[in-house]
C-alpha cells in the first residue's frame, strides 16, 4: 500500500508542475499565487451503522493552493481528523478488571478543487485516508492502521480580509467510504500568500 500512495504522490505531482509550466506560459499577464491555509475546528460525525463511542473531537488541516486568478484553483490538502474514542474505567472481564480507551483517528491526503466566489469559495477533494486505531487495556497498548478513500466536500465564508489574508469560517464534509461515516467540521480558518509571481 505504501508503494501505491508513494505512486499517487508522484502523479500528483508531476500534474501539478506541469499545469503551473503551461500556465505561466500562457498568461504572462497574470498574477500567479501560493497560497497556504490552516484550519482548526469541532468535528461531529453521521455513520451509518451506529456503532459505540463518541463521535465528536478537534480537527485540524493544512491546505496549499494554487492560485493562477481564474475561478478554478488546484491544491493539497492534509487533515487531521479525530473520528471515534471509547473511555470506560473498572471494566469486568473474564481476566479481571481493566481500565479501557480505544481511538479512531484519519489523516486524509486529498487533491483538492477550488472555486471562488467573491466571498464566498467551494471546495472538493479527493484522495486516501490514513488510518489509525489505537487501542490500551491491561497496560498494554496495540495500534492498527489501515487506507480508505476519502471525498470532501466544504463551503467557505471569509468574513474579514487583510490586504492578501483571509480570516474564514468554513463547514467541511469528509466521507471515509470504507467506515460508511460522514464527519462534518466546523472550522476557522487563516489562508495567507505563501508565493507570487
Same mark, same amino acid.
Given at each position: %500500500?505504501?508503494?501505491?500512495?508513494?505512486? %499517487?504522490?508522484h502523479v500528483i505531482i508531476f500534474v501539478l508542475l506541469n499545469t503551473l509550466h503551461l500556465y505561466s506560459n500562457e498568461n504572462k499577464d497574470n498574477d500567479f499565487r501560493i497560497n497556504s491555509e490552516l484550519g482548526i475546528g469541532y468535528s461531529t460525525g453521521i455513520e451509518l451503522h451506529k456503532q459505540e463511542g463518541n463521535l465528536k473531537g478537534l480537527t485540524s488541516y493544512l491546505r496549499v493552493m494554487w492560485k493562477p486568478q481564474h475561478r478554478l484553483n488546484l491544491g493539497l490538502e492534509i487533515d487531521y481528523l479525530k473520528i471515534r474514542e471509547i473511555d470506560k474505567k473498572n471494566v469486568n472481564t473474564e481476566f479481571g478488571k481493566t481500565d479501557f480507551n480505544s481511538t479512531l483517528s484519519a489523516i486524509p491526503i486529498l487533491l483538492v478543487f477550488n472555486m471562488e466566489f467573491n466571498n464566498l469559495q467551494i471546495y472538493t477533494g479527493v484522495g486516501v485516508s490514513y488510518m489509525m486505531s489505537e487501542l490500551t487495556a491491561y497496560n498494554q497498548k496495540i495500534i492498527n492502521t489501515n487506507i480508505n478513500y476519502n471525498l470532501m466536500i466544504s463551503g467557505k465564508y471569509i468574513i474579514k480580509k487583510f490586504n492578501e489574508n483571509n480570516?474564514?469560517?468554513e463547514v467541511k464534509s469528509n466521507i471515509i467510504t470504507k467506515l460508511d461515516l460522514m464527519l462534518i467540521n466546523f472550522n476557522i480558518n487563516y489562508e495567507f500568500n505563501?508565493?507570487?509571481w
Open positions: %500500500m505504501n508503494i501505491i500512495l508513494n505512486r %499517487m504522490l480570516l474564514s469560517l505563501l508565493y507570487k
